[in-house]
């Protein structure tokens, strides 16, 4: 296995839920600091490698740190622990699913319980909800599971690992996004083999707590101020069973990044990046976002005086669930096109639409 495949698997085995995720964010800046000039954290743990930091036109490439998970919110009399979201966990998988539940001191494998079928009502048979799904420690009571260190607030986090399908697919938890932490790192490392010396001032960001609302995003553009802005996360693979083409676009796992236009897209920056596609005659794939791209973009775009942003995403098979499913070609795609977007971009290009 190749260096950066190993960073990948240990990347993304690691748990890193929403407003826990300082543990990724440490083994993602060990893998980045040979690559940048300097690095830096914030308050709540979002990560930036920073290249030519004293350069005034600073320029950010983004994906989000943090995956769903859930909170420990009630405990029985019996032992059993009922959990509420801490972003957009999916109740309707969670019945038999194994777990980690992260105490203060150690973690704590666990099951999501679920009555057998004999047990069950036939066609009225209670569905998976957040009020009937609830954990199994292998505990009797309260008083055991406290003497464990579980309590209300601990997080839990599904138990599944990177899995290698056909050679052709990753697919486990969490790619959504951490994923697009490794492809920005592999930009970096790119750009270090390469000697690349880039006009100005690269920052690569790897934000906390997009899941609950783009908050990481928020934080470090208010702190980088950036000029420009690229980000890069995961959107639906709408070919897999059960998508609506008609609702959804057509974005297809295998055939390249997806570039969305939107209001919150700035189109000038958005053409930049198609023509540095074109001119390397790397793939890509186009799609439309009504309002909002529901992505650290607008967190970014409208940070400050307002920042030109683009979104470049992966497409995505089973997004959040523990079998998430990314192409090793898209992949390698994305990394690519950033790459080739920053070695062509001109600082003194003018992003205004009007002068």
């Not at 950066?4 to 440490?26: D, I, R, V």
């Not at 743990?45 to 769903?68: Q, S, Y």
Request: some cysteine; overall charge negative.
């Amino acid at each position: 296995m190749q260096e950066n495949e190993k960073f990948l698997y240990k990347y993304l085995n690691n748990a890193s839920p929403t407003g826990f995720e300082a543990s990724g964010q440490q083994i993602w800046l060990d893998y980045i600091k040979p690559y940048v000039d300097q690095y830096f954290t914030d308050s709540y743990g979002t990560a930036v490698g920073v290249l030519n930091p004293d350069a005034p036109f600073k320029v950010v490439i983004e994906a989000h740190a943090d995956e769903i998970s859930w909170f420990v919110n009630y405990i029985t009399p019996e032992g059993y622990i009922y959990v509420r979201r801490n972003g957009g966990s999916d109740h309707m998988i969670a019945p038999s699913m194994r777990v980690n539940i992260h105490t203060d001191e150690k973690i704590i494998p666990g099951v999501f319980g679920w009555p057998a079928i004999h047990v069950r009502k036939g066609d009225k048979e209670d569905k998976p909800s957040l009020e009937n799904i609830f954990i199994d420690v292998g505990a009797r009571s309260k008083e055991e599971l406290e003497k464990m260190g579980i309590h209300v607030g601990c997080v839990v986090t599904f138990k599944d690992e990177l899995l290698d399908l056909n050679g052709k697919f990753y697919a486990g938890r969490a790619l959504d996004n951490r994923v697009g932490g490794y492809m920005i790192a592999q930009v970096l490392k790119k750009l270090h083999d390469a000697g690349k010396k880039l006009p100005f001032g690269l920052y690569v960001v790897n934000a906390v707590q997009e899941e609950i609302g783009l908050r990481g995003a928020q934080m470090i553009a208010a702190k980088i101020k950036p000029n420009v802005a690229v980000i890069t996360d995961v959107c639906h693979d709408t070919t897999a069973p059960m998508y609506s083409k008609i609702n959804s676009g057509e974005q297809v796992a295998g055939e390249g990044p997806v570039l969305t236009y939107g209001a919150s897209v700035h189109k000038k920056l958005l053409d930049l990046i198609i023509h540095s596609a074109q001119q390397r005659k790397l793939p890509f794939q186009r799609a439309a976002a009504s309002r909002g791209t529901g992505t650290d973009t607008d967190a970014f775009a409208y940070s400050n005086d307002g920042v030109p942003s683009a979104l470049i995403s992966l497409p995505l098979k089973y997004m959040h669930t523990t079998v998430e499913t990314a192409s090793k070609k898209d992949i390698d795609s994305v990394i690519d096109l950033i790459t080739g977007f920053l070695e062509d971009l001109d600082p003194d290009y003018n992003f205004k639409y009007i002068e």
